[in-house]
């Protein structure tokens, strides 16, 4: 037989030819590294349905309300973090309402609009680069482009992803067609950065903010995805890179698609911490040991031996950060969740240490913490500054607060750096126990077989040790000049102060003083006692000549002969920077009383308690 030469068939029209579609990244989809088309977890895993979107349901029940009962709007603007959801929410609504099934809010997946959406080359659906289509020309075009109808789906859908980088020229040039859009076209905007989009353009749009994935959801997800890749991963090696993805879905997948390359088949913490840079947990409970015991010697090395074997200095102020964090946690009551302190061995130091601490020193510890991280971005000194802040940790109690030194001040101590030595012996043994009679139970009462019961009708033993009893606040005004005491019946005692101290008597009136001079009384005697304060009848007491203001024209040094300013100066080291005109220093001494405005200028606003935080009226040298 002759053999006939196959006629070639005709080749259709480029427009009837359907170009290959390539198959979606389907949730859950176990992927092989060693094939060439090898897809990472972040796309492999990328949300496909509202039902999908972890940490944003909100979001979800959002947007499917509003393609349930038709009510689409023309512009969605989503804004939040990296990696929350945004881009995949806009692909998802936007197979939503071209779905052949659709508008529905559980598209299909299947027909070829849904395939070629997830795929991202639908001619319908328009991904636009903000960064790079940023000019006005690009905004000319899209707004050209939006009058055509789509080619085979219902809607003409532009995705404009981080729009705040358009030009004010480029998002002037969309307000019209944003405004009033063809029924046909829908604009979906993502942005990072709200805050930069003009709210000319922000009035358009129905605004949706993506909040941050919880640590819980991200390790959640993370062990999920380990067991369907087949792999095997600690729980808390999950959790530090839940920790490390600071609330974005995406970075926690890239991070652990890096790990499980690294950790060959079985991710440990040990691995993570290697890979990344941080310290494992007996490091940090060293370093924390050492700073919590105040041995800044031992805070130095541990840090040292951690730079030496690899491990960042930014990494282990994140660290630290958490373990401060924790005991702030614990210190208020709240639990510490695992997503902040992964380890068992970890969270129990966390506990302990919290128990050794008050809130203060621990948020005083968290504010050196978040300075130091702080500075360290673009600091080429970040061991320096690592040590700086675990120097400044391990010496918090050495240093004074503005209470501790207003005392000093209000006690007459003249040399402030020998009233520092003193206070660096005792004085936070003293606030310490100020805080743990908070929680103590009622002091009982000392019997009167007690060795240390005190004769209730000498009035003159109970004065003296009262005073040393009440505790330093409440003592320096029991010990003001002139002040008495006496007994005026049974368990009853009376305590009387001079004119020029009537401010002092308000305080000690106050109920937490009363409670501190009542039980030490109580304690002294076995007996119930009842306190009154008098204020000494008659004029306020004179005031030494020698206190006479300084001519008009004197100079700041003759002021500061003056002794209640001479003190200022020579405990605080103040300087004397103005003198307002008609200043009168004997007014001034003659108690607030003599001045409502004065009195109002000087009352202080800390409340008064038997060992807390308060200081006699100060004066401010800037208004004097």
Request: proline share 6%; net charge negative; glycine share 6%.
């Given at each position: ?83 929350v959801g945004k881009t995949s929410s806009a692909r998802i609504l936007a197979k939503a309402l071209n779905c052949i099934h659709g508008p529905t809010p559980t598209p299909c997946d299947k027909c070829d609009i849904c395939l070629s959406i997830t795929a991202g080359d639908d001619p319908d659906v328009v991904e636009i680069d903000g960064a ?87 390790f959640e997800t993370l062990r999920h995805i380990v067991r369907k890749e087949g792999l095997q991963a600690d729980d808390d090696a999950l959790h530090i890179v839940a920790r490390r993805a600071a609330g974005s879905m995406r970075d926690s997948q890239t991070l652990l698609d890096q790990l499980l390359g690294f950790s060959d088949g079985l ?204 505790g330093p606040v409440v003592a320096a005004y029991l010990n003001s000049p002139g002040t008495i005491a006496a007994i005026s019946g049974p368990n009853a005692l009376a305590i009387r102060f001079t004119a020029e101290y009537a401010s002092a008597v308000e305080h000690v009136r106050g109920e937490r003083s009363m409670e501190s001079i009542v ?106």
């Amino acid at each position: 037989m002759a053999k006939t030469k196959a006629k070639p068939k005709a080749i259709p029209d480029t427009e009837d030819v359907a170009e290959p579609i390539a198959p979606p990244p389907v949730i859950d989809s176990p992927g092989s590294p060693e094939s060439p088309e090898y897809t990472v977890l972040a796309r492999r895993y990328r949300p496909q349905q509202f039902a999908d979107l972890i940490g944003q349901e909100h979001v979800a029940e959002a947007l499917t309300n509003a393609i349930t009962s038709g009510r689409i709007a023309h512009a969605y603007l989503f804004t939040g973090g990296r990696g929350v959801g945004k881009t995949s929410s806009a692909r998802i609504l936007a197979k939503a309402l071209n779905c052949i099934h659709g508008p529905t809010p559980t598209p299909c997946d299947k027909c070829d609009i849904c395939l070629s959406i997830t795929a991202g080359d639908d001619p319908d659906v328009v991904e636009i680069d903000g960064a790079s289509n940023n000019k006005v020309e690009d905004s000319r075009e899209l707004r050209q482009s939006v009058i055509f109808r789509p080619t085979r789906a219902r809607f003409k859908i532009y995705i404009i992803d981080e729009v705040h980088m358009l030009s004010n020229a480029a998002f002037n040039a969309l307000l019209k067609t944003l405004e009033e859009p063809p029924p046909h076209v829908k604009f979906i905007f993502a942005t990072t950065e709200v805050q930069k989009i003009p709210i000319t353009i922000l009035s358009r749009c129905q605004r949706f903010d993506f909040a941050a994935v919880t640590p819980k959801k991200i390790f959640e997800t993370l062990r999920h995805i380990v067991r369907k890749e087949g792999l095997q991963a600690d729980d808390d090696a999950l959790h530090i890179v839940a920790r490390r993805a600071a609330g974005s879905m995406r970075d926690s997948q890239t991070l652990l698609d890096q790990l499980l390359g690294f950790s060959d088949g079985l991710l440990t913490a040990a691995r993570v911490h290697a890979l990344l840079g941080t310290a494992g947990d007996e490091r940090i409970i060293d370093l924390a040991d050492a700073i919590l015991a105040g041995d800044a010697k031992r805070a130095i090395d541990v840090v040292s031996e951690a730079t030496e074997r690899g491990h960042l200095p930014g990494e282990l102020v994140d660290q630290l950060v958490d373990f401060w964090r924790g005991m702030m946690l614990a210190s208020v009551g709240g639990d510490v969740p695992a997503t902040t302190i992964g380890s068992e061995t970890l969270r129990s130091k966390v506990l302990a240490g919290a128990a050794g601490l008050s809130i203060d020193a621990i948020l005083a510890g968290l504010d050196v913490l978040t300075t130091a991280k702080a500075k360290l971005r673009g600091s080429q000194h970040a061991n320096v500054l690592l040590e700086v802040s675990c120097l400044r940790l391990a010496r918090l109690s050495d240093l004074l607060t503005v209470t501790q030194l207003g005392q000093f001040v209000a006690s007459g101590a003249a040399n402030i750096s020998i009233a520092a030595s003193e206070l660096t012996k005792n004085g936070q043994a003293t606030l310490q126990a100020a805080e743990a009679a908070k929680t103590k139970p009622p002091i009982e009462a000392v019997t009167a077989n007690s060795a240390d019961a005190v004769d209730a009708t000498d009035s003159e033993q109970i004065w003296a040790i009262l005073r040393q009893k009440v505790g330093p606040v409440v003592a320096a005004y029991l010990n003001s000049p002139g002040t008495i005491a006496a007994i005026s019946g049974p368990n009853a005692l009376a305590i009387r102060f001079t004119a020029e101290y009537a401010s002092a008597v308000e305080h000690v009136r106050g109920e937490r003083s009363m409670e501190s001079i009542v039980r030490e009384l109580k304690r002294m005697t076995g007996n119930d006692w009842t306190v009154r304060f008098e204020l000494a009848p008659g004029p306020s007491a004179s005031v030494s000549p020698t206190l006479a203001a300084p001519s008009a024209t004197a100079r700041p040094n003759d002021w500061l002969q003056l002794p209640f300013l001479k003190s200022a100066a020579d405990v605080l080291g103040a300087q004397l920077m103005k003198i307002e005109e008609g200043f009168d220093p004997q007014r001034l001494l003659a108690g607030p009383s003599a001045d409502p405005m004065l009195a109002s200028n000087l009352e202080p606003s800390i409340d008064m308690d038997d060992d807390a935080a308060f200081f006699p009226p100060t004066i401010d040298t800037d208004e004097v």
